[in-house]
């Protein structure tokens, strides 16, 4: 069993930066990839980027890459999210899920409630 806690959502102008935090409980956090979703109002959740158990591959949607970088710490049970230069259709809630790996939804067994990230033209 794993429950993730995100943190460190907010409102930000266009531009600017914001670093998301995943915390996770239990023993067996290491050994799931870790990944970043996010959705809009009215509109279906989208993939952002997840990340190995061990950290050693990332995968990133098209809308964020070079923009966004997913890691993780294992040794603290935590998994980040840090975005740049961030536009305003980046604004939807953002939620952490830990699972198998890869861009699906259904991959993720547990996932967190999620932080709202807005960001201001």
């Known amino acids: 069993q794993v429950q993730l806690v995100e943190s460190g959502g907010g409102l930000v102008q266009a531009g600017g930066s914001l670093r998301l935090s995943c915390a996770a409980s239990?023993?067996?956090?290491?050994?799931?990839?870790m990944g970043w979703f996010r959705q809009a109002p009215g509109k279906e959740r989208e993939f952002v980027a997840c990340i190995t158990w061990n950290g050693l591959s990332t995968w990133y949607a098209d809308s964020v890459k070079g923009r966004f970088t997913i890691s993780r710490d294992n040794a603290k049970n935590m998994a980040y999210l840090q975005m740049n230069s961030l536009k305003p259709e980046d604004t939807a809630i953002y939620t952490c899920?830990?699972?198998?790996?890869?861009?699906?939804?259904?991959?993720?067994?547990?996932w967190g409630q999620g932080t709202q990230v807005t960001v201001s033209s």
């Open positions: 899920a830990a699972g198998v790996w890869g861009i699906s939804p259904s991959g993720y067994r547990y």
């Open positions: 239990g023993r067996t956090f290491s050994s799931y990839a």
